[in-house]
Nanobody, 118 residues
Framework: QVQLVESGGGLVQAGGSLRLSCAAS????????TGWFRQAPGKEREFVAA?????TYADSVKGRFTISRDNAKNTVYLQMNSLKPEDTAVYYC??????????????WGQGTQVTVSS
């Protein structure tokens, strides 16, 4: 059974930083694509970043967010700098169901709230 547990969310002022963590059990993250998504109130869930071998980012976070992975800890991180009020959302990590980038995002964490005050 795959379990993903996010942590690191909180309240921060605009311009501040947070680091989110996604700890996995039941799946070796280095073999699968892990993504971060977010959903703001009244909006659809949107892609933020993903990593298999190299990272990819949504245009809205390029240059501000960095996704990384610690294989020894089986954990993926999302370092968020220069945060803006529009980054406020519940952030979810997700893992694809096939090796090395294939398949769909099948496994999801419970989410962690990020609130950026102006």
């Amino acid at each position: 059974q795959v379990q993903l547990v996010e942590s690191g969310g909180g309240l921060v002022q605009a311009g501040g930083s947070l680091r989110l963590s996604c700890a996995a059990s039941g799946r070796i993250l280095s073999l699968y694509t892990t993504g971060w998504f977010r959903q703001a109130p009244g909006k659809e869930r949107e892609f933020v970043a993903a990593i298999t071998f190299t990272p990819t980012y949504a245009d809205s976070v390029k240059g501000r967010f960095t996704i990384s992975r610690d294989n020894a800890k089986n954990t993926v991180y999302l370092q968020m700098n220069s945060l803006k009020p529009e980054d406020t959302a519940v952030y979810y990590c997700a893992v694809k169901d096939q090796l090395l980038g294939g398949g769909e995002y099948t496994y999801w964490g419970q989410g962690t709230q990020v609130t950026v005050s102006s």
